[in-house]
């Protein structure tokens, strides 16, 4: 028996007493939240996963910089203009102005965060180290704000104990104010302004120890209170000499939101300057670019996938941070529920990986639906080895796998000559971005369809600077293509743009057949439709024999309509597409896209399906009297009108509640309610008024109106 711990004190206190016998935490590995798991590879597929995930954050950090790198730049460049200086003449030219810099961000609010973190850090890299960056939400007043510029510059916190004065690494609530900023500032940049007599007169005015402007960025401007911001500015413009502020205001609408939110006494304290940042839809075609388009990113999206994504985006938030993140959620989830994604990898670790597959994992091979049609297409003595033979099988899963890797690399400098030629026609058939051609070509063939038959039309009447234009694009993408098919196609363009060339030179009148047409062309350049329709009818009727530009023409469209056949085919068709592909639109749908309302309101009319109860399952229409108050209350109210007597809900809850208890809810007892209950039943009714299905209403008191209609 354990000995008893004295509980003896000179003082009385609380005593605690650990348990001798400690459970050991069980550690649950990677693997352990990976699907089917059982055969092992689960640390690969984690691996793998890392990889492409640490791979993604990289490309999306470099993609942001560089972007930002202009707006930056010259952000910098007009905070040394106006922030730095040799003497106190540059403020007295000011007098009390602020130099204020209107970042123009845009609507997609959640990208802002890594925009203003880059831009702290070049600020405080390379031209003072006293910025400061506030939200709204955190400065509420005045005082607020002016704590938090204080903390943020000095680097301590504020005391809430004002009687506390010994602690010397905390700032007084009194003591937060822009007076006392200023004896810090001066304290701070003394050191930085001694300098000795022999080398004062050695150096230049340039040299001269400059005054370090003091950053303050308001990330969320709109948001801000005007109140605050009027005397936060106001009492900053009145310490200008003594502290070169800078302000920058980021903004997510336009400039106007300065003139709504401050009035002209004291915008025009403000010098403002404005900036304008790239638009989220090229930064979000830089990030296609980079992370999908790309053969040396393994991991794939399907069609549907796709249009989710960028759906979210165009109608949602216009966020690149949440596409990225909704990529990086497809791919967790490719690799959770597909077992073979331990081949979503480059070339060789694939190649190395289909040795050493398991026998479980062959058979899942087999069972994918592109490896079975691509047993139906081959003799009987191989369809009989493929579906018998398991290192036949493996041998054939890595020749399927180096083709998979041919056809991308194929594949996306085809789609990129295609997209150059055909954004820039009349009203887009093949779409404007890169993107809407890709879920096309992926999702069909895309020769069948009338847009690509219309694309091709137009390109046939294309002039010869145009088209020699068109093709020289084609032949910049095809030079960093690596496969030897994209190099002979490469130098049958370089053919065609030679031949162009040479028929320059050629006079107008040898192609006299094209005159009039080309004088109809300047005179109806106005309508294309119609334009089209002419240029057809011309061709159509003409009998003439077509001249040397228009043959050629003629060869370089058939010769792009071969490479489109032959390279955009549909990523369905090819075999072993399930392992680097994720399809589960409808998963990323239900994730990403979801409704609270609808959400909230299935929670409330099922709760099994949340919470996966046995005891909570019940029969359409019927209320379970062990679901939670708020899932009953919430059925009986959608038996109710417009407005709901409370006393009647009340007995109706009591009566579920009764029935739950086994009482008979005839007898007198079961009909009664205690304080319990009562109490229950209010707190799930304020919570329904919380969740805005009901509010109270002052057209009788003892009742409240129900706000919503057409429940689950």
């Known amino acids: 028996m354990s000995e008893i711990p004295l509980t003896s004190s000179v003082s009385k206190g609380c005593f605690v007493f650990k348990s001798a016998s400690k459970k050991r935490k069980r550690h649950v590995g990677v693997g352990g939240y990976l699907v089917d798991d059982s055969d092992g590879n689960d640390s690969d597929r984690f691996r793998i996963c890392q990889k492409l995930w640490e791979a993604v954050q990289m490309n999306t950090e470099v993609i942001q910089d560089q972007l930002n790198k202009k707006i930056l730049d010259s952000l910098a460049e007009f905070i040394k203009k106006h922030g730095l200086g040799c003497s106190s003449d540059v403020w007295r030219q000011r007098a009390s102005e602020i130099p204020t810099a209107a970042l123009m961000l845009g609507v997609n609010v959640p990208d802002h965060a890594m925009t203003f973190r880059s831009l702290c850090n070049l600020l405080q890299d390379s031209v003072t180290p006293f910025v400061v960056s506030v939200h709204a939400k955190e400065c509420a007043a005045v005082k607020l704000l002016i704590q938090k510029v204080l903390e943020q510059l000095m680097g301590r916190g504020v005391s809430v104990d004002e009687e506390q004065e010994d602690d010397t690494a905390l700032l007084q609530r009194t003591q937060c104010t822009i007076s006392a900023l200023c004896q810090w500032y001066k304290t701070v940049t003394k050191k930085r302004a001694e300098i000795s007599p022999q080398r004062k007169d050695n150096l230049t005015n340039s040299d001269l120890p400059q005054s370090l402007p003091v950053v303050v960025i308001f990330k969320d401007f709109e948001a801000f ?72 990113f393994p991991f794939k999206l399907s069609s549907r996938v796709i249009q989710v994504l960028v759906g979210i985006f165009l109608y949602h938030d216009f966020s690149v941070q949440n596409f990225v993140k909704g990529l990086q959620f497809s791919m967790l989830e490719h690799f959770n529920s597909q077992p073979l994604s331990m081949l979503c990898c480059q070339k060789q670790e694939a190649l190395l990986s289909a040795k050493t597959l398991s026998k479980q994992n062959v058979e899942r091979i087999r069972h994918l639906p592109s490896f079975m049609r691509y047993v139906e297409t081959q003799e009987p003595q191989e369809q009989v080895r493929l579906l018998t033979n398991d290192e036949h099988v493996k041998e054939v899963c890595q020749k399927l796998l180096k083709n998979l890797h041919k056809y991308h690399k194929n594949y996306y400098p085809i789609l990129q000559c295609l997209h150059s030629l055909t954004s820039s026609l009349p009203k887009f058939p093949l779409g404007k971005h890169i993107r809407e051609l890709h879920v096309s070509c992926i999702e069909k063939n895309l020769w069948e369809t009338e847009e690509y038959d219309s694309a091709l039309q137009l390109l046939r009447i294309l ?77 159509s009727r003409r009998t003439k024999r077509m001249n040397p530009f228009e043959v050629l023409r003629s060869e370089v469209i058939e010769f792009i309509d071969s490479l489109v056949r032959q390279y955009l085919t549909p990523a369905e068709l090819q075999p072993l597409n399930e392992v680097c592909y994720y399809s589960s639109s409808g998963v990323l749908r239900q994730r990403l896209n979801v409704t609270p309302r609808t959400s909230i309101q299935a929670a409330l009319s099922h709760p ?25 209350v919430y059925k009986l109210h959608l038996e109710c009108g417009r407005l709901i007597n409370l006393y009647d809900w009340l007995e109706a809850f009591v009566t579920v509640m009764s029935a739950a208890e086994d009482q008979d809810t005839n007898s007198e007892e079961g009909g009664k309610f205690d304080s319990l209950k009562h109490a229950r039943f209010i707190q799930a009714v304020s919570e329904m008024e919380f969740l805005g299905f009901v509010k109270s209403t002052k057209q009788k008191t003892d009742h409240v109106a129900r706000l919503t209609w057409g429940g689950c």
């Open 463 to 539: 002039a010869k600077d145009e088209l020699a234009a068109a093709l020289r694009k084609c032949a910049e993408i095809l030079k960093y293509a690596s496969t030897k098919r994209m190099q002979n196609v490469l130098q049958q363009l370089e053919d065609f743009i030679g031949r162009l060339e040479v028929l320059e030179g050629v006079s107008s009148e040898d192609s006299s057949g094209n005159g009039i047409i080309s004088g109809k062309m300047e005179y109806q350049r106005t309508d294309l439709f119609q334009l089209q329709k002419t240029l057809l009818e011309k061709e």
């Open 225 to 296: 209170n005007s109140q605050v911001l009027q005397d936060f500015i106001l009492i900053c413009s009145r310490y200008t000499q003594e502290l070169p502020f800078v302000f920058i205001f980021g903004i997510a609408t336009s400039p106007s939101a300065i003139q709504h939110r401050l009035p002209h006494s004291v915008s025009s304290l403000l010098c403002i300057e404005v900036f304008h940042s790239l638009s989220c839809t090229q930064h979000l075609a830089s990030v296609f670019d980079k992370l999908i388009l790309n053969s040396q």
């Open 608 to 632: 099994f399906y949340y919470l996966q109860n046995e005891s909570l399952k019940t029969d359409t229409g019927t209320i379970s009297s062990t679901a939670p108050d708020l899932c009953i």
